[in-house]
Structures are given as C-alpha cells and as structure tokens.
Nanobody, 119 residues
Framework: QVQLVESGGGSVQAGGSLRLSCTASGYSRWMGWFRQAPGKEREAVAAYYRGNSPPYADSVKGRFTISRDNAKNMVFLQMNDLKPEDTGMYYC????????????????WGQGTQVTVSS
C-alpha cells in the first residue's frame, strides 16, 4: 500500500508558474500526474518511469516538467506558462501496468491539489 499526498496547488494568473509536490509513503518505481477539470474526465499529464525521457501530454509539452527525488520518495511537477485550460484538480498516482496515460491502469492515488489559472 502506497499513500500519496499532494501539495503546491493554488491560484495564479495566466502565464504564471506553480510547482506541485507529491510525497509517497514508500518507494514507487512509477509515479505520475493526472488532472481533472470540472465536468471532464481525468487525463494524464506526465509520468516518471522512463528515466531521462518521461512522457507528457501534448497539451503540456514544453511548459511542464516532471522530476523526482528518490531519496525522499517525492515527485514534482513544475508548471510554467500556465493557461486557464490548465485549471483543475491535480492528482499524483503511483504504480501502473499497461499504458501509462490511462487512469484506470494506475493503482494508487492521492487526494489531489487544486490549480486555478485565471485569464
């Protein structure tokens, strides 16, 4: 069992930046970030499982960066040049099988941290 706790969400204006953090109760080889906007399905943002070439959703490429600190069992999401369409609840996830960008393939989830971007 892995427990995940996210932090770092908040409200920013378009063009601003936020850094999300997720702390895991234990080591997890695969960790990722998802988000869910009101009335929409949860979607993949990024995952850290391929070391130097983590996958990103097309909508965040070049703006978001995922990283991790294995010693502290933490994963981060640096979000730059935020846009109103980035607004949503951001969730940390751990351990998956199959395709990384399918939420149902991930085993553990955090409670989420809200990100709101105003225009």
């Amino acid at each position: 069992q892995v427990q995940l706790v996210e932090s770092g969400g908040g409200s920013v204006q378009a063009g601003g930046s936020l850094r999300l953090s997720c702390t895991a109760s234990g080591y997890s080889r695969w960790m990722g970030w998802f988000r869910q906007a009101p009335g929409k399905e949860r979607e993949a943002v990024a995952a850290y499982y391929r070391g130097n070439s983590p996958p990103y959703a097309d909508s965040v490429k070049g703006r978001f960066t995922i990283s991790r600190d294995n010693a502290k069992n933490m994963v981060f999401l640096q979000m730059n040049d935020l846009k109103p369409e980035d607004t949503g609840m951001y969730y940390c996830a751990a351990e998956f099988s199959g395709v990384w960008n399918v939420p149902s393939n991930w085993k553990y989830w955090g409670q989420g941290t809200q990100v709101t971007v105003s225009s």
